[in-house]
């Protein structure tokens, strides 16, 4: 893989003798643009020791390589995985790595991510590849994107970009080494942080080449080669996980202001509905502590010298909702209308052979139709965010996945230029998508921070303003309920020769609605718009629903066929197929069967592709009083390259426990314009008495490296279900247990 001057921008000048290598747009890189966006990020993150800072990777005189991460952190662990790429490509001792988080500055945006998705779905000529990336870039820039999700952080900015400018920060403090030397560089090694000439015993340390690197000019060079890798696909301890043991983190909800007054929000209760009017508002005001009364955007807030204080008198508000289309609305009602859509505005998007000639030939038909609910994404840190005055300046610290737009945001509802907004942005105890800065349809997702905004800009001291979990369950941004409906032709053998899905309109990705399986003739069909219902991004987006969808229905198929699933499955795929070896690695893995055994346990299967990643999942389910148990889930995962596997394992292993939780329990139900369920009690989380023991086997492939944040949740719902369907019962609404 070859390196391009375009890929790069190196500084050519330092300050304290520092090596800051950038990696952002491409095409002219060394164009006003570039140059005036890093001129800015080095005046405003020079760092005290004198290095300069450009956008990604950073060496100092010290010899310390400071990795500058465009990626919030949630719990994931990409971050480590990101230093760990550098350092590898480097040849940096491991314990000089510092990982430090980009600020949210116009310099640190980051079109990598988007570039990445489009690239997944359209292939970009390589003549139009510089182009495209400095159009991404760009793009970055005027939408203020530094976003985290999507597994895109390793997969695209880690592995595309900064591998690359590791490699071509080596090779600068290479050519630096020998110039020094006065040898040639094949004379040269670069390990542990240090340059060496073996033949006179010189060796140097990067922080003393520095200054001598920086003067040279970027070239092509290669990444290294899979067998040359010294930290890459090596478990290095996570770095954020010893001050979360230790309880050493500062998230957003540990924010801690002289004077800090806290506020606690009532919302009106109905979606895009206001309060029009507080009933005891006298009441509240004569509560101990209370200092203040706010309207926000959707409610009200109650503002008091502790939070204990502000929460007891936000619940104990007796408030009237204005009038709203949206108060009529329910989980019935939303239904009827998706159900009426499929039937009335289906549209084809994607089609190949002769669908209706399949049909009329087909010997049997199968048919289903599957629903999807509405899902909250229960965080453990409810939203929060701290926000005051300070100097003519507005400070907020919150956590969010990306800090740039929230910062953008908050200049926006506070009427501020962009620059007079501070935002400390703090890891997140969850995020999930929930804390994301868009969404797919009207909805703001980021309303708990607009509402902080609000109430601080009315108070003359700081504000800490927490939701209750039970306002944040009732005004998230939810995963879209789905209505799918599917039907198969079968030949007189039991193949299929025939598949339609038709499904009401979720910003669905063709690619994850169409199934993986050698069927001739397919049609995939979407209906309907948006709802009333405030929707965004939940872990693993579409693939949650249409993975369930099509991995529930291929089984239903393999049974009416008379087939065992995975052999069905199997017969329907490429035997060098991601697919196939995932599905056989998991059947072995489990020691397969099907049918129940003498414990009363079963075995279901599924298969699905999402983020550049392949998940085979196999799970073992029983009845216990008339109710399913999850006891064992394998999971055989291809992703292409593993960076750190224990960190990759307990992404799947995480996905696989919150994706349960949702099978067996998750539902928003909607009632009079507003969500029912309110905290753990009726949005219910499994424990660890339900938590099944569940085995991850990372595969390695010569395939593009795949993400790891969101994959292990597609699979299990349809794996668990089709268990479930072998015991007797077929399952094609979740949640399991209503």
């Known amino acids: 893989m070859g390196v391009t001057r375009r890929a790069f921008l190196i500084t050519g000048a330092t300050l304290g003798g520092g090596l800051a290598l950038a990696v952002g747009g491409v095409g002219a890189h060394i164009g006003l643009h570039n140059r005036l966006k890093h001129q800015r990020s080095g005046e405003s993150e020079s760092s005290a020791a004198g290095s300069l800072i450009n956008l990604w990777v950073r060496i100092a005189p010290d010899n310390t390589v400071t990795v500058l991460v ?36 116009t310099a640190f945006a980051n079109g990598k991510p988007m570039q990445g998705f489009v690239s997944d779905a359209v292939a970009i000529p390589d003549w139009a590849d510089g182009f495209a990336e400095k159009a991404f870039f760009r ?18 900015t880690g592995w595309d970009h900064m591998r690359q400018a590791a490699a071509v920060a080596r090779d600068m403090l290479l050519r630096a080494s020998a110039a020094e030397f006065n040898v040639s560089e094949s004379e040269l090694s670069v390990a542990d942080g240090v340059v060496s000439h073996a033949a006179s015993g010189r060796t140097l340390r990067f922080g003393e080449l520095v200054g001598a690197a920086s003067e040279l000019g970027p070239r092509d060079v290669a990444v290294k080669s899979p067998s040359e890798h010294r930290l890459i696909g090596s478990s290095l ?4 996980i010893p001050r979360k043991v230790f309880a050493e983190e500062h998230y957003a909800i540990d924010a801690d202001v002289p004077d800090m007054h806290y506020a606690a929000v009532r919302h009106a209760g109905v979606f895009g509905a206001t309060v029009s009017r507080i009933n005891n508002e006298n009441e509240i005001r004569a509560r101990r502590g209370v200092t203040d009364i706010v309207f926000v955007q959707n409610g009200v807030a109650v503002v008091a010298d502790n939070p204990w204080r502000a929460e007891q008198a936000a619940k104990a508000l007796d408030i009237s909702t204005a009038h709203h289309a949206n108060q009529a609305m329910s989980s019935a009602s939303l239904e009827q209308a998706q159900r009426d859509a499929l039937a009335d505005t289906a549209e084809e998007a994607s089609a190949t052979g002769d669908v209706v000639t399949a049909f009329a030939d087909a010997s049997h038909t199968v048919t289903a139709e599957y629903l999807a609910p509405y899902l909250a994404h229960a965080t453990m840190e409810p939203m929060n965010a701290t926000v005051w005055r300070d100097g003519g300046k507005l400070h907020v610290v919150c956590g969010v996945q990306n800090p740039l737009m929230a910062r953008a945001h908050v200049a926006n509802i506070a009427g501020l230029d962009f620059e007079d907004v501070v935002l400390d942005a703090r890891p997140m105890g969850g995020g999930f998508g929930r804390r994301v800065a868009f969404s797919m349809n009207d909805a703001v997702p980021l309303n708990w921070l607009t509402d902080a905004v609000q109430i601080a800009l009315t108070q003359d001291r700081p504000i800490k303003m927490v939701w209750s979990r039970e306002e944040d369950t009732r005004n998230s941004v939810y995963r879209p309920m789905v209505l799918a409906q599917f039907e198969a032709g079968l030949d007189n053998t039991g193949a299929p020769v025939a598949w339609r899905s038709t499904s009401f309109l979720a910003e669905a990705d063709v690619r994850a609605v169409q199934p993986a399986y050698r069927i001739a003739n397919q049609s995939i069909r979407f209906a309907g718009e948006h709802q009333g219902v405030p929707t965004g991004f939940w872990r693993s987006v579409e693939h949650s629903q249409h993975g369930f969808f099509k991995e529930s229905f291929i089984d239903e198929v393999a049974v009416a066929a008379g087939a065992d699933p995975l052999a069905y499955r199997l017969s329907l795929l490429d035997e060098h197929s991601s697919e196939a070896v995932v599905l056989r690695k998991a059947a072995d893995m489990a020691s397969w069967r ?45 992703s ?31 009632q009079d314009g507003g969500v029912v369920q309110s905290n753990f009690h009726d949005y219910r989380m499994i424990t660890l008495r339900d938590a099944p023991t569940v085995e991850v086997e990372l595969l390695t492939s ?32 979740l949640p399991l247990i209503a």
């Open 640 to 670: 292409g390259v593993v960076i750190n596997p224990q960190a990759a394992r307990a992404q799947v292993e995480g996905a696989v426990h919150y994706a349960l939780s949702a099978v067996l329990y998750g539902k928003c139900d909607i």
């Open 139 to 156: 793009l970055a820039d005027l939408m203020n994107m530094q976003m985290t999700g999507g597994s895109t952080a390793v997969r695209f």
């Open 237 to 240: 301890p996570r770095e954020d």
């Open 594 to 638: 099907y049918g129940a055994d003498s414990d009363g346990r079963a075995m279901g299967c599924a298969v699905v592709h999402s983020f550049g990643s392949t998940v085979a999942q196999i799970a073992e389910v029983s009845l216990q009083n008339g109710l399913p148990r999850v006891h064992r889930v394998w999971c055989a995962v291809d």
């Open 702 to 733: 010569d395939n593009s490296i795949g993400g790891f944040g969101e994959i292990g949740v597609p699979p299990l719902a349809p794996a668990v279900c089709n268990a479930f369907a072998v015991l007797g019962e077929r399952t094609r609404r």
């Open 70 to 105: 465009p990626h919030s952190d949630m719990g994931q662990g990409s971050q480590t995985g990101l230093a760990q790429i550098v350092a590898d490509e480097l040849d940096a001792r491991w314990d000089q790595v510092r990982i430090a988080l980009a600020p949210p500055e």
